[in-house]
């Protein structure tokens, strides 16, 4: 199951801050945890943080285990594309 949250939109964590996605001035990619400090732990297949240049996810192939990274695009999206 997931959510998606477009600009303009609020995801609200009882107990938590409240984060509201922002387009970037632009329309460069802007992470929704950008500008926010001391975060514990966040996962997404969607990019976070904008300055992040790591990986989304490694996936192995079952069949040969054939291991290949896979990260984002442009827009911050998992990058379908190179799976």
Do not use: C, H, W
């Amino acid at each position: 199951m997931g959510m998606m949250i477009r600009p303009g939109q609020r995801l609200i964590i009882p107990g938590a801050q409240v984060y509201q996605p922002r387009a970037a001035a632009g329309g460069s990619f802007s992470g929704v945890l950008d500008g926010i400090s001391n975060v514990a732990a966040a996962y997404s297949l969607r990019k976070l943080r904008s300055a992040y240049s790591g990986y989304a996810v490694r996936v192995r192939r079952s069949s040969d285990s054939t291991e290949q990274d896979i990260g984002f695009d442009g827009s911050g999206n998992f990058d379908n594309s190179s799976f």
